[in-house]
């Protein structure tokens, strides 16, 4: 079951490390359902959690906006999303989803990530993520990230089991 006490730790932990990293005013969307194992924009980073919390982070990009927040991030004009991009967007689903796992820790949640995926293309299938989960689009101002979460709390006796691997077709 989908779990959306879960919700505000990622949105205030994405919040944070935007305004941080790239000086932008984020502002919150409305939250909608989505079943899909398709992905939705150019970029999209993946992040599972095991421990107290079990399930998948995704965090969905343009590749417009990839380029404005590296070159934020950098403080220089990144115009090809290379390998160094590619790196520091992975790197910032990474930091938002470690700092999501502290405030998930000191309401008594304790989890750890996995290191980050990257998937670029739109409508790649990711055959294990046809199921419900909630998606929250955060306005930079420059283009919106969409971010995906499916996250229950691990039943009793299961919380130090790791996921099945996920694959990307």
Avoid: W
């Avoid at 935007?18 to 359902?33: A, D, M, P, Q, S």
């Avoid at 992040?47 to 995704?58: F, R």
């Avoid at 417009?64 to 220089?76: A, K």
């Avoid at 004009?77 to 989803?97: H, M, P, R, W, Y």
Wanted: glycine share 8%; net charge negative; hydrophobic share 45%.
């Amino acid at each position: 079951m989908l779990n959306v006490k879960f919700l505000n730790p990622f949105i205030d932990a994405a919040v944070e490390v935007l305004k941080v990293e790239t000086e932008l005013e984020i502002v919150r969307g409305n939250l909608c359902l989505e079943k899909t194992a398709l992905t939705a924009t150019d970029v999209t980073v993946l992040l599972t959690l095991v421990g107290k919390v079990q399930g998948v982070v995704m965090y969905g990009f343009s590749n417009e906006l990839c380029l404005e927040l590296v070159s934020r991030m950098m403080g220089q004009k990144c115009t090809e999303f290379d390998n160094l991009a590619q790196s520091g967007i992975a790197e910032l689903g990474n930091v938002i989803t470690g700092r999501a796992t502290i405030k998930l820790e000191e309401a008594g949640y304790k989890s750890m990530i996995s290191p980050p995926t990257m998937i670029t293309g739109m409508g790649v299938k990711i055959s294990t993520l046809d199921f419900s989960r909630i998606v929250v689009p955060l306005d930079t101002g420059q283009g919106e990230i969409l971010i995906h979460l499916a996250l229950r709390e691990s039943p009793p006796g299961n919380q130090d089991k790791n996921f099945v691997p996920i694959s990307v077709s």
